[in-house]
């Protein structure tokens, strides 16, 4: 029970103490952020920066906390700064890339023809729990939950996706035995 009280204790004094530096540098550090960006990006770093001081706020050295406040809001821009180069350099980096033909989606071509043809002649289903096998490389229990379904239900659905594709892509190599497919049978012509 005083373990419990205790941690009641240090919570409330936690927030309590956070309270209190917030009441402190609120108003500085919107002034600060401010001045070195737009508004819409100085409120996206004084939420970063509140949480931040709200994770180490035993690191907190005793008042006033302005200056380690402003410590965290620099080096919170610079983060934004590298995170906006890094998106920048990305764009620039896609937009460097040949355009696809149109109507050409690479992806959904696969590797070579022999799979697109038999990924074209399964389901809908089979086809997303394959790609999210083999492309994404997820396992069962990650496919689970994009798919919401149970894991023993995405292992099932993957194995006998499997097979579907493995009889899909020995149907198109085999050769012509002379025989036809009739309803399900094999018949002599």
């Known amino acids: 029970m005083a373990d419990i009280d205790q941690g009641v204790s240090s919570e409330h004094e936690r927030r309590r103490r956070f309270e209190a530096i ?3 540098v609120f108003e500085p550090l ?30 907190a050295p ?24 890094r998106h920048l350099r990305l764009v620039r980096r896609i937009e ?12 959904e071509a696969g590797p070579d023809p022999e799979l697109s043809l038999a990924l074209d002649q399964l389901g809908d289903e089979d086809r997303e729990v394959l790609r999210l096998w083999a492309w994404e490389q997820l396992e069962p229990r990650e496919i ?13 659905r993957l194995s006998r996706a499997k097979k579907r594709l493995a009889k899909a892509m020995a149907g198109q190599s085999a050769p012509s035995s002379g025989h036809r497919q009739v309803e399900g049978t094999q018949e002599s012509r």
């Open 144 to 156: 689970a939950p994009v798919l919401d379904i149970s894991v023993n239900a995405a292992t099932l």
């Open 62 to 85: 005793s008042p006033p906390t302005l200056p380690w406040c402003y410590g965290i809001a620099r080096r919170t821009l610079a983060n934004q700064r590298r995170g906006r180069e």
């Open 96 to 107: 460097a890339q040949p355009a696809p033909e149109p109507g050409h989606d690479p992806a």
């Open 22 to 24: 917030v009441d402190e």
């Open 30 to 59: 919107q002034r600060y952020l401010r001045r070195r960006v737009g508004p819409a990006d100085a409120e996206d770093a004084l939420a970063d920066v509140l949480m931040t001081i709200w994770r180490r706020i035993e690191d």
